[in-house]
């Protein structure tokens, strides 16, 4: 009888987040057919089915929770051991993946990716973007080895690293590009655009609008920064970007873009990682390489 194999938990584990075999398999880098064998071969191993399929999703059954939970710590001992043999190298080597908010990631990667591959060399960068709480989870699960993303997380378990601070900018149509900046308060009366929920660019900018949260469905979501702004200019309303992304949304935009009075709506860009991995030293010095390209 064959035996379950760190592959075939590494290819349930990916089912079980993406909850979708076409995902979990362009995740994972096999083709669907090859994932759905090796998922059939676990269950035949485990005597009993892992997932309830539905024509558009699986979702796990009662034998499935159960072994995700096991499976989990597992793969991250596993990967816990390997790392503590990468972080005895010089030279940071093997895959190394690493999460990126998209309220960061295409005005931040274009900057950073080529002094990151010519300082690891023989790192295999993989990129992952999404959402902070996604992210915060994948690196509990150890599916992600660190992350870039707006500080506090403010999790007991995470090491943080402040990057850089960057503002906050106001984003309005061009016919009002010489009204006064309006304060807080009076983007409280505007039709305010932001990105839908769970990005925390939308909880920052909120924040800084004092808008309450029995106030909070009265906004206009989008799911891009770039859709807001298109949004803006077609008349739509006006929204908050970060600093960083000024050139790239706005250069094909007929927008203007004004800077708030002091004190300005900013947020921390950090990099955090699991306190205990192996690997904090090589993390530590990929955040001063960090720091060093982003600086003015």
């Known amino acids: 009888m064959s035996h379950i194999t760190l592959k075939q938990l590494r290819y349930f584990q990916a089912l079980a987040h993406h909850g979708h075999f076409g995902q979990a398999a362009a995740a994972s880098a096999i083709s669907q057919p090859a994932l759905s064998v090796q998922i059939k071969e676990l269950e035949h191993r485990l005597g009993g089915p892992l997932f309830e399929r539905e024509p558009r999703r699986v979702h796990l059954t009662h034998l499935g929770a159960e072994l995700l939970d096991r499976a989990r710590d597992i793969l991250k001992s596993v990967d816990d051991l390997e790392n503590l043999a990468r972080a005895a190298q010089t030279q940071l080597q093997g895959r190394l993946r690493i999460g990126i908010i998209p309220t960061i990631a295409p005005y931040l990667l274009p900057s950073i990716l080529t002094d990151l591959t010519a300082a690891y060399p023989q790192a295999d960068i993989h990129i992952r973007e999404t959402m902070t709480p996604t992210l915060i989870q994948e690196l509990s699960d150890g599916v992600i080895d660190t992350a870039i993303l707006a500080l506090p997380i403010s999790e007991p378990w995470l090491s943080e690293h402040p990057l850089f601070e960057e503002n906050f900018v106001l984003v309005r149509p061009m016919a009002e590009a010489g009204n006064p900046v309006p304060d807080p308060s009076d983007l409280q009366k505007m039709r305010l655009l932001l990105l839908e929920e769970g990005h925390c660019f939308r909880d920052q900018a909120l924040s800084f609008c004092h808008i309450p949260a029995t106030a909070r469905a009265k906004t206009l979501d989008g799911t ?30 007929n927008v203007s873009v004004a800077h708030f009075q002091d004190p300005q709506p900013s947020r921390t860009i950090g990099m955090v990682w699991r306190q205990n991995s192996p690997l904090t030293a090589h993390f530590e010095a990929m955040a001063a390489l960090i720091k060093t390209a982003t600086q003015p």
């Open 224 to 253: 891009t920064l770039s859709t807001l702004v298109r949004m803006v200019d077609a008349g739509f309303g006006v929204t908050l970007i970060p600093q960083m992304a000024i050139a790239s949304e706005t250069q094909s935009a």
